[in-house]
């Protein structure tokens, strides 16, 4: 049962914007139900209260509650009055007493999922500093298990003031649409939903294929294939692209051959012989170098080296973008050199995003933000070829 909240703080005397009385009256009840003085569901004024309270004419104290209802701070129900609405029931803010002023949902992989995710995490760490700086509260949604209509209900009974999906299932395509639909702006991250023509944060893959490439050509390497696997998302098209043109433009010939893709499908059910058909395709064309453009490659290269069949940087040097080897050794004890994707920016750019958007304020995209080298053991010098 819900309690009628007390008002006594609530400014509603005069003056008024003679031009924007609407927009002032919205804003005063904001700062109260901000406050930290009222709970989701708490029975709020009525029209006529307000109109009485306030001074104003009831077209002006409705545009201003149709605001609210929108953006969440109040639940205007048929026949049984108005609450506060589930924006009021936002984080508090410790350092201030009062609520946590904008709502950024996150639709991620299953919490199940992140032991086998290092992308979301990594991310997530990043938004959540900035978003404690910029007093954003974060919702996390998972997406095993939940249907598409789940979701969008959700969305529609909590209205947040932004939605980020780092997920790339295709199902949340459907999601970003019904979020758009409630006037809900989206932000997308390294997924296949960047097609949508909504604000994407992203790695700049062009980027950080050529700073592979430049490396390993600094070394003395000019074999140099990359192995990756096959996928239809987008961020295989660019690295191979990418390969290629950082080939180009060194005068080393970029044929299709220099590419060894894995086949489409979960690591589990590839064949056994992955690793011995990768090692295979290394020798015969004569690769001194390899670039482990995606989880498999490097995975089937480890399992070479822990079997003896391969030895590294001494039969191949190796640069990855693996991010887990960053908090581990691979190859008997090496640690790889890494191309260190930028996911703590991402998160940090998301956040900022998602605050200015929260705030109706222009944003620029899509964001490419540049990786960095992270220099280990097994790149082998062999000087100039």
Not at 24 to 41: A, E, M, T
Not at 151 to 166: K, N, S
Not at 189 to 216: F, K, W, Y
Not at 353 to 378: F, I, M, Y
């Amino acid at each position: 049962m819900s309690t009628t909240i007390k008002t006594e703080n609530l400014d509603l005397s005069t003056p008024y914007s003679s031009r924007h009385s609407a927009g002032d009256l919205r804003d005063r009840i904001v700062r109260y139900l901000s406050s930290g003085q009222v709970s989701h569901g708490d029975g709020f004024l009525t029209d006529a209260a307000l109109v009485e309270k306030s001074g104003l004419s009831r077209s002006t104290v409705r545009r201003a509650l149709e605001d609210l209802q929108r953006d969440g701070w109040i639940d205007r129900r048929i026949g049984q009055g108005t609450f506060v609405g589930p924006r009021a029931g936002a984080p508090i803010n410790p350092d201030t007493g009062r609520r946590l002023g904008k709502r950024l949902a996150v639709l991620i992989y299953s919490l199940g999922d992140l032991a086998h995710d290092w992308y979301t995490p990594l991310i997530l760490e990043g938004l959540d500093k900035a978003a404690a700086e910029l007093e954003l509260s974060v919702e996390l949604l998972g997406t095993r298990d939940r249907d598409t209509d789940a979701l969008a209900q959700r969305l529609e009974q909590t209205l947040p003031d932004v939605l980020a999906c780092l997920s790339n299932d295709p199902r949340e395509a459907f999601v970003i649409r019904d979020a758009q639909r409630l006037g809900i702006p989206c932000i997308v991250s390294g997924t296949p939903h960047m097609r949508l023509g909504v604000p994407c944060v992203r790695e700049d893959n062009q980027q950080a294929i050529a700073l592979a490439v430049g490396h390993l050509v600094k070394e003395g390497h000019h074999r140099i294939a990359l192995a990756i696997q096959r996928s239809f998302e987008p961020w295989v098209f660019e690295r191979h692209e990418a390969f290629r043109n950082a080939l180009e433009a060194i005068n080393v010939d970029a044929a299709e051959s220099s590419v060894y893709w894995f086949p489409l499908g979960p690591d589990y059910l590839l064949p056994k012989d992955r690793g011995r058909k990768l090692k295979t395709f290394l020798q015969q064309r004569g690769c001194t170098a390899v670039i482990a453009g995606s989880r498999l490659p490097m995975l089937c290269l480890e399992a070479l080296s822990a079997d003896g069949k391969l030895k590294i940087p001494h039969d191949i040097s190796v640069v990855t973008f693996e991010q887990k080897s960053l908090q581990r050794t691979w190859f008997g004890g090496i640690k790889p050199d890494s191309v260190e994707l930028p996911l703590h920016e991402i998160g940090e750019k998301i956040a900022h995003l998602a605050h200015a958007l929260a705030n109706r304020e222009p944003v620029k995209t899509p964001v490419l933000l540049p990786s960095r080298l992270v220099v280990g053991d097994s790149v082998l010098k062999i000087g100039k070829i």
